[in-house]
C-alpha cells in the first residue's frame, strides 16, 4: 500500500468494512481471552481463513484481486472470508490498524486464523499454502520470492497467523502512520515472543514468477536501516 501525504493525526478515524463503519483508537489494542467455543483452537473441525486486506484508493486492483484469490483459495480448497479494509478519513494510511479492526471482526464471524495481503500483490504458485499455520507464523511473501523486497528481515506482503499467535503478541501496533515501519515491529514481536517464521522452501518458481505486484506508476522507497 503507499502512503498519503496528507499531514497530521487523526483522534479517532474511521474504516469500513463489510458496509459496516468501525472505529479504532490510535494506541496500541490491547485483545482480552474470552473462554467461549469461538475462542478455543479449531481441532480437526476444519479451519476458517480470515484475508485481511488493508485498503485505499485502490480500485483497480482490488477488482483484480478479489477473484483472483478467490479462484487462488478455492484450488486450495481453503474456507475463507475476504475483508476489504477500507480507511476511509484523510489521514495517512494506518495498515496496521485495519488490520486489527478486520482481526476483531474475523474472530467475530468464526475465522480461526488470518492472513495480511496487501492488495497489490498476487500469489501465482499454487504451492505457495494458505493452509492454517500449525508451527508458527508464515511469510508468504519472501525476501527470496517477493518481486522488491530483499532484505533478510522483511515481513510484509503476506503473513498467515493464527487467531492465538496474533493474540499473543498483541496484535499489531497503531502507533504507525504512514509508508512502512510496521511490518518491522510485527517482526520484533514475534521474534521477541519465540515465533519461529517459516517461508516457503524448495519452490519451483522464484523472484520473477512467484508473485505479480500489480502496482503500477508509484515510486517507492526501498531504502531501509
Keep these: 500500500m503507499g502512503p498519503r501525504e496528507d499531514e497530521g493525526t487523526p483522534g479517532r478515524p474511521s474504516a469500513i468494512l463489510g458496509g459496516r463503519n468501525c ?4 494506541e496500541d489494542s490491547n485483545f ?8 478455543k483452537e479449531d481441532q480437526g473441525s476444519g479451519h476458517k481463513l480470515a484475508v485481511l486486506v488493508p485498503y ?56 480461526d ?9 498476487l500469489p501465482l504458485n499454487q504451492e505457495l499454502s494458505y493452509e492454517f499455520p500449525t508451527k508458527g507464523p508464515v511469510h508468504l511473501a519472501a525476501p527470496n520470492l517477493h518481486p522488491m523486497y530483499h532484505f533478510p528481515q522483511f515481513l510484509g506482503a503476506i503473513v498467515v497467523l493464527t487467531r492465538s499467535q496474533f493474540k499473543h503478541i498483541d496484535g499489531m501496533s497503531n502507533k504507525y502512520w504512514g509508508w512502512g515501519v510496521e511490518d518491522d515491529e510485527l517482526y520484533l514481536r514475534l521474534t521477541h515472543a519465540g515465533f519461529n517464521i517459516s517461508r516457503p522452501e524448495n519452490i519451483s518458481t522464484g523472484i520473477h514468477n512467484t508473485f505479480r505486484q500489480v502496482t503500477e506508476n508509484i515510486v517507492i522507497n526501498i531504502f531501509r536501516k
Excluded at 113 to 121: E, L, Q, R, S
Design 113 to 121: 486464523y488470518i492472513v495480511m495481503n496487501d492488495v497489490d500483490i
Design 23 to 26: 472505529y479504532y483508537e490510535p
Design 56 to 111: 485505499r484508493d485502490r480500485f483497480e486492483e482490488l477488482m483484480e484481486f478479489i477473484p483472483h484469490m478467490q479462484n487462488f483459495l478455492k484450488i486450495q480448497k481453503i474456507e475463507h472470508k475476504i475483508y476489504v479494509l477500507n480507511q476511509v478519513d484523510s489521514y495517512r494510511f494506518n495498515r496496521a490498524a485495519l488490520i486489527n479492526v478486520g482481526f476483531e471482526l474475523s474472530m467475530l464471524d468464526g475465522s
Design 32 to 39: 482480552t481471552d474470552v473462554e467461549t467455543d469461538l475462542e
